[in-house]
Structure formats: C-alpha cells, structure tokens
C-alpha cells in the first residue's frame, strides 16, 4: 500500500524560507510522478510542481518557478519542494501527490492525474 507522508510545513514571516519533504513508502517511486498542490482556505486546489522521478524533468505552477524548487532523492524515496521568499498568499495546506508512471509534461500539473495523495502539511506565512 503506497503510503505519502508530509512534512516541513510551519508558521514563517514573508520573505522566510521552508522545505516541505514527501516521503513515500509502499513503492520504489524511481519512475513515477509526483507533485505538489495546495489549496488555501476559500479557494480551490491550486498546482504548484510536479516532477518525473525517471529524468527529472518538472513544471511549475503560475508563476512560482524561481521562488520554489521541485526536486527528489531517489535514495530516500522522497521528493522535496524548497520554497523562498514566502509571501502571505502562499498560505495553504501542501499535500503531495503520486501517479505510477512518467506522466507527460502536460498532464504533470492535473490533479486527477495522481492516484495517491498524502494528509497535507500546512504553511503560514504571516508576519
């Protein structure tokens, strides 16, 4: 059973830094798919990044690439997302998402793409 675990998640002030870390178990994810979305309060799921294990190619949602960076570590099975430069509109809760293959770069940003999705970690940017 593939189990996805966040973590990292907090309280910062805008301009901080945070790395929310996924953990996957369950699988070897070496030649899946797996994302990050959030989803802030009144608003609906938002993509943030995605990444192919197999050739780490990624895609970033809106305009997010340059503050935050999607990356994994085969070894650990767990994929990262280091976020800088926080601002408040960046409150939301993260949850990581798995898919049991090399998605396309298309479909890479599509939530129902994934079948697994981890409990969230939630992120507080305020001063």
């Known amino acids: 059973q593939v189990q996805l675990v966040e973590s990292g998640g907090g309280l910062v002030q805008p301009g901080a830094s945070l790395r929310l870390s996924c953990a996957a178990s369950?699988?070897?994810?070496?030649?899946?798919?797996t994302g990050w979305f959030r989803q802030a309060p009144g608003k609906e799921r938002e993509f943030v990044a995605a990444i192919r294990w197999a050739d780490g190619n990624t895609r970033y949602g809106g305009s997010l690439k340059g503050r935050f960076t999607i990356s994994r570590d085969s070894a650990k099975n767990t994929m990262y997302l280091q976020m800088n430069s926080l601002k408040p509109e960046d409150t939301a809760i993260y949850y990581c998402?798995?898919?049991?293959?090399?998605?396309?770069?298309?479909?890479?940003?599509?939530?129902?793409?994934?079948?697994?999705w981890g409990q969230g970690t939630p992120v507080t940017v305020s001063s």
């Open positions: 998402a798995g898919y049991p293959g090399g998605l396309i770069f298309g479909m890479l940003g599509v939530a129902e793409q994934y079948e697994w």
């Open positions: 369950g699988r070897t994810f070496s030649r899946y798919s």
